[in-house]
């Protein structure tokens, strides 16, 4: 909650009272009141529902229409992946008895086809199972990070292997890239000497620089009709930095120190 939510919260603010005030085509009583704002609020900040990308009367003549921050699609998955994350330590770490676990797993099992039928969408099923398997792949990597190697070998042959498969064989490239891309971004960010991670000696902007890009990408082509994308990529980059950099040390730092709060300490106490 510490590490999603309040981050969230303000970007969700931002997009409506400066990004959405700023470019909407809408009088200020209409925009304000639009079921539409109200909406893009409340779904957008609680993750329960399907995140609300629109407001009323913005970014609508952009290349890629009315959408205001589309990068809010992953958060509700990721709270999910938290949530699995937890009720799986306590199946498996828990002194549960055969019959609980069993259930447990019945009504997740129940849950997620209900989940499907009511989307209706068989991408619903892929989605999960790549969030599912990226996010458990990443536990794994971390709870044996003492017996797994990077090995410059190793990474230039799952490297060349996954290039080989989206040059010729795509229709397995979904199994091999699975198999592959954990490693080697792992191998990127700490081989040799963990050079790339120096971006983030002074803060952690990763969530902010990811939660901001897109309403600033929007905003910039909304103003620039014209602009190359090189170009939009650099303004785009300094821009969403800054806005990173003030999340990470106004927002993001101030709320995580909270876990040292000696109440949430007894409550992961209790809990473990």
Same mark, same amino acid.
């Given at each position: 909650?510490?590490?999603?939510?309040?981050?969230?919260?303000v970007a969700?603010?931002?997009?409506?009272?400066?990004?959405?005030?700023?470019?909407?085509?809408?009088?200020?009583?209409?925009?304000y009141?639009?079921?539409?704002?109200?909406?893009?609020? =409340?779904?957008?900040?609680?993750?329960?529902?399907?995140?609300?990308?629109?407001?009323?009367?913005?970014?609508?003549?952009?290349?890629?229409?009315?959408?205001?921050?589309?990068?809010?699609?992953?958060?509700?998955?990721?709270?999910?992946?938290?949530?699995l994350?937890?009720?799986?330590?306590? =199946?498996?770490?828990?002194?549960f008895?055969?019959?609980?676990?069993?259930?447990?797993?019945?009504?997740?099992v129940?849950?997620?086809?209900?989940?499907s039928i009511?989307?209706?969408?068989?991408?619903?099923?892929?989605?999960?199972?790549?969030?599912?398997?990226?996010?458990?792949?990443g536990s794994?990597?971390?709870?044996?990070?003492?017996?797994?190697?990077?090995?410059h070998?190793?990474?230039?042959f799952?490297?060349?292997?996954?290039?080989?498969?989206?040059?010729?064989?795509?229709?397995?490239?979904?199994?091999?890239?699975?198999?592959?891309?954990?490693?080697?971004?792992?191998?990127?960010a700490?081989?040799?000497?963990?050079?790339?991670?120096?971006?983030?000696?002074?803060?952690?902007?990763?969530?902010?620089?990811?939660?901001?890009?897109?309403?600033?990408?929007?905003?910039?082509?909304?103003?620039?009709?014209?602009?190359?994308?090189n170009?939009?990529?650099?303004?785009?980059?300094?821009?969403?930095?800054?806005?990173a950099?003030?999340s990470?040390?106004?927002?993001?730092?101030?709320?995580?120190?909270?876990?040292?709060?000696?109440?949430?300490?007894?409550?992961?106490?209790?809990?473990?």
């Open positions: 909650i510490l590490r999603i939510f309040p981050g969230l919260i969700v603010l931002f997009c409506v009272f400066i990004v959405g005030v700023y470019f909407t085509d809408r009088a200020f009583s209409e925009y009141f639009n079921q539409q704002t109200i909406l893009f609020i =409340l779904k957008n900040v609680s993750l329960v529902w399907r995140p609300e990308y629109n407001l009323p009367g913005v970014f609508e003549s952009n290349p890629y229409p009315e959408v205001v921050n589309g990068s809010l699609w992953t958060l509700p998955w990721e709270l999910r992946m938290y949530v994350l937890g009720v799986s330590w306590m =199946l498996f770490r828990r002194n008895s055969f019959v609980i676990k069993t259930l447990i797993i019945v009504a997740l129940v849950l997620l086809i209900i989940k009511n989307f209706i969408d068989p991408k619903f099923i892929v989605t999960l199972f790549r969030f599912t398997t990226f996010f458990f792949l794994f990597y971390y709870i044996f990070r003492d017996k797994i190697y990077m090995n070998l190793a990474f230039v799952m490297l060349f292997f996954l290039l080989f498969i989206i040059a010729f064989k795509s229709e397995f490239l979904y199994f091999v890239y699975v198999l592959t891309l954990p490693y080697i971004v792992l191998y990127i700490y081989i040799p000497k963990g050079t790339v991670r120096k971006y983030n000696l002074l803060g952690d902007y990763s969530y902010g620089m990811y939660i901001y890009a897109f309403p600033v990408q929007q905003s910039i082509v909304h103003v620039y009709r014209e602009i190359e994308v170009n939009l990529i650099s303004m785009s980059w300094i821009a969403t930095l800054i806005l950099v003030l990470w040390y106004f927002i993001e730092k101030p709320c995580l120190k909270l876990k040292d709060v000696s109440f949430i300490k007894r409550l992961s106490v209790k809990f473990s």
